[in-house]
């Protein structure tokens, strides 16, 4: 008995301590890293995580009733790995609180009610803190109901092995997928795509739940393959999904909350998290009752899904428009070195067919606000998905004087803070393929906000289902391609005093070139 009292407490002094080094990790990954950065540097810290949790876990399962033995060993390891830590912390540099003068909060749950949620947290990093914990949450109350449902068929032990082994093949697996996708880059519509992804595997794991328990223990819809091989495909489907977005969530708590605020704000999220794996500890139901789990993961990551659309719909938008033209197009690039990574601009572009905007979307990995036509945003279908795009409508003064000026004020407020502009300042798609006269509107917005201007081409669209030439456009099917190609190019940046329509249009005709 006192054994066991004394390795309870040990236990308990080690997570503590382990809770600070979980902390500090995030903490100083947001002082160490770019932006940029963030999401390779996150990407390994929860692959290490993982390899670090499965490296320890299986061992003392594989060894079973005979890991006393192996004490000793497991002692001597457990303090070397502290010492590399310890010297591999001597390498850190030295750092200061962005804070100095905040006083410690013992109840830091309390402090985000108060100060966080009552002066306005960012929605997203709210959400950001919520998500994170979702991902442990559901993943863990699925693999307790895998092992519960399908333990009776295979051995307990070797059956928790596959289990284990699946689930970090599918971290290992989406965190790869992530970094491909998002380029490195944060990318907040990796986000729901995971999650409607998951909740189509959990409602699978519903149907084999279901024959499982009406067929006496064996599925019958799938002849050759056994249950436990479709809910280790499931189960591997479900991580790989649910690890998509978890770069992209802690750099969203890492880099775009308050710094004065980080710290306690990242404390939340841990408690959060151990708030939800308790949860999910105390959820593993009988058997009997795994279909009704899996029926609630799949609503909730549906949930998940829509509150991430509420808080960046035009992140989300802008990635699925990244995966339907890459589906379509082959996108050619040249100069993006030339667009800013932040800060305010205006980039201008030749127009050339009703997908320019779209193809441009695809193309840069920054939120661009594209001026549009006030009629595009009445449209049913179309009109929907630009104004979540964040698009600006804009009339000219002879329909709408108003909505002309209150363009212009929308246009200078975001770039003010520090957003893209996307203009087409020709005003209309070319009917005959060469560039229209540029109108004096860019001019107008360089003046009034004097931000670098950044002329682009697009080269391959004119000729295209989309474009007018030889008659209206998106009238004749046989002028579909499939991964046709496209280029966009990209020219150096124009002072704004230097961003008048007629030097900005010899730029856009010379690097547009031949090719239209």
Same mark, same amino acid.
């Given at each position: 008995?006192?054994?066991?009292?004394?390795?309870?407490?040990?236990?308990?002094?080690?997570?503590?301590?382990l809770t600070f080094l979980m902390h500090a990790r995030h903490v100083l990954l947001s002082r160490l890293m770019a932006e940029d950065e963030l999401v390779g540097g996150n990407t390994l810290l929860v692959a290490g995580g993982s390899l670090s949790l499965i490296g320890g876990v299986l061992p003392v399962v594989l060894i079973g009733d005979g890991v006393g033995r192996f004490v000793p060993w497991i002692f001597l390891v457990c303090v070397a790995a502290a010492l590399v830590g310890?010297?591999?912390?001597?390498?850190?540099?030295?750092?200061?609180?962005? %804070?100095?003068?905040?006083? #410690?909060?013992?109840?830091?749950?309390?402090?985000?009610? !108060?100060?966080?949620?009552? /002066?306005?947290?960012?929605?997203?990093?709210?959400?950001?803190?919520?998500?994170?914990?979702?991902?442990?949450?559901?993943?863990?109350?699925?693999?307790?109901?895998?092992?519960?449902?399908?333990?009776?068929?295979?051995?307990? *032990?070797?059956?928790?092995?596959?289990?284990?082994?699946?689930?970090?093949?599918? =971290?290992?697996?989406?965190?790869?997928?992530?970094?491909?996708?998002?380029?490195?880059? @944060?990318?907040?519509?990796?986000?729901?795509?995971?999650?409607?992804?998951?909740?189509?595997?959990?409602?699978?794991?519903? @149907?084999?739940?279901?024959?499982?328990?009406?067929?006496?223990?064996?599925?019958?819809?799938?002849?050759?393959?056994?249950?436990?091989?479709?809910?280790?495909? %499931?189960? @591997?489907?479900?991580?790989?999904?649910?690890?998509?977005?978890? +770069?992209?969530?802690?750099? *969203?708590? *890492?880099a775009r909350s308050d710094p004065r605020q980080r710290g306690r704000f990242l404390s939340c999220g841990l408690i959060i998290l151990a708030v939800s794996l308790l949860i999910a500890g105390g959820a593993a139901l009988p058997t009997r009752g795994a279909g009704t789990v899996f029926a609630g993961l799949a609503v909730c990551a549906l949930l998940v899904a829509a509150w991430a659309y509420r808080c960046e719909a035009h992140l989300i938008l802008r990635f699925l428009t990244w995966?339907? #033209? /890459?589906?379509?197009?082959?996108?050619? &690039?040249?100069?993006?070195?030339?667009? +800013?990574?932040?800060?305010?601009?205006?980039?201008?572009?030749?127009?050339?067919?009703?997908?320019?905007?779209?193809?441009?979307?695809?193309?840069?990995?920054?939120?661009? !606000?594209?001026?549009?036509?006030?009629? #595009? /945003?009445?449209?049913?279908?179309?009109?929907?998905?630009?104004?979540?795009?964040?698009?600006?409508? #804009?009339?000219?003064? &002879?329909? %709408?004087?108003?909505?002309?000026?209150?363009?212009?004020?929308?246009?200078?407020?975001?770039? &003010?803070?520090?957003?893209?502009?996307?203009?087409?300042?020709?005003?209309?798609?070319? /009917?005959?393929?060469?560039?229209?006269?540029?109108?004096?509107?860019?001019?107008?917005?360089?003046?009034?906000? +004097?931000?670098?201007?950044?002329?682009?081409?697009?080269?391959?669209?004119?000729?295209?289902?989309?474009?007018? !030439?030889?008659?209206?456009?998106?009238?004749?099917?046989?002028?579909?391609?499939?991964?046709? &190609? =496209?280029?966009?190019?990209?020219?150096?940046?124009?002072?704004?005093?230097?961003?008048?329509?007629?030097?900005? *249009?010899?730029?856009?005709?010379?690097?547009?070139?031949?090719?239209?």
């Amino acid at each position: 008995m006192q054994s066991a009292v004394l390795v309870t407490c040990a236990l308990g002094v080690l997570t503590v301590l382990l809770t600070f080094l979980m902390h500090a990790r995030h903490v100083l990954l947001s002082r160490l890293m770019a932006e940029d950065e963030l999401v390779g540097g996150n990407t390994l810290l929860v692959a290490g995580g993982s390899l670090s949790l499965i490296g320890g876990v299986l061992p003392v399962v594989l060894i079973g009733d005979g890991v006393g033995r192996f004490v000793p060993w497991i002692f001597l390891v457990c303090v070397a790995a502290a010492l590399v830590g310890y010297m591999a912390s001597r390498e850190l540099p030295a750092g200061r609180p962005a %804070d100095t003068g905040a006083a #410690i909060s013992f109840n830091p749950l309390t402090w985000l009610v !108060r100060n966080g949620l009552a /002066h306005g947290v960012e929605r997203t990093s709210l959400f950001a803190l919520f998500g994170v914990a979702w991902f442990w949450l559901s993943s863990m109350l699925l693999f307790a109901q895998l092992w519960r449902l399908l333990g009776p068929e295979s051995g307990a *032990q070797s059956l928790l092995v596959q289990l284990a082994v699946v689930a970090f093949c599918g =971290v290992i697996a989406g965190l790869c997928l992530s970094v491909v996708l998002s380029e490195g880059l @944060f990318e907040f519509g990796l986000v729901p795509v995971g999650a409607v992804g998951q909740a189509f595997f959990t409602l699978d794991l519903v @149907f084999l739940s279901t024959e499982l328990a009406t067929s006496g223990g064996a599925a019958t819809d799938l002849p050759g393959i056994s249950p436990n091989w479709r809910a280790l495909a %499931d189960l @591997f489907a479900f991580v790989a999904l649910g690890s998509l977005s978890l +770069p992209t969530l802690y750099v *969203q708590l *890492q880099a775009r909350s308050d710094p004065r605020q980080r710290g306690r704000f990242l404390s939340c999220g841990l408690i959060i998290l151990a708030v939800s794996l308790l949860i999910a500890g105390g959820a593993a139901l009988p058997t009997r009752g795994a279909g009704t789990v899996f029926a609630g993961l799949a609503v909730c990551a549906l949930l998940v899904a829509a509150w991430a659309y509420r808080c960046e719909a035009h992140l989300i938008l802008r990635f699925l428009t990244w995966l339907l #033209i /890459h589906s379509f197009y082959r996108i050619g &690039k040249s100069g993006f070195e030339h667009i +800013p990574r932040s800060g305010p601009a205006v980039l201008v572009c030749n127009h050339v067919s009703f997908v320019d905007s779209v193809v441009i979307m695809a193309a840069i990995r920054r939120p661009i !606000r594209f001026v549009m036509d006030h009629r #595009i /945003h009445q449209t049913p279908v179309v009109g929907f998905l630009f104004r979540h795009s964040r698009t600006i409508p #804009i009339a000219t003064a &002879k329909e %709408d004087p108003a909505m002309k000026e209150a363009a212009f004020e929308e246009v200078a407020r975001a770039l &003010k803070n520090g957003e893209l502009i996307g203009l087409f300042p020709e005003g209309r798609i070319t /009917h005959t393929g060469e560039i229209n006269h540029f109108r004096y509107g860019v001019g107008r917005i360089v003046t009034e906000t +004097p931000v670098p201007v950044v002329p682009m081409a697009l080269r391959g669209l004119w000729g295209s289902f989309f474009s007018r !030439r030889d008659g209206p456009a998106m009238s004749r099917p046989t002028l579909l391609r499939w991964l046709a &190609k =496209v280029e966009l190019v990209v020219g150096g940046p124009v002072a704004p005093e230097n961003g008048t329509p007629e030097h900005l *249009q010899e730029i856009v005709t010379e690097l547009r070139g031949g090719m239209v």
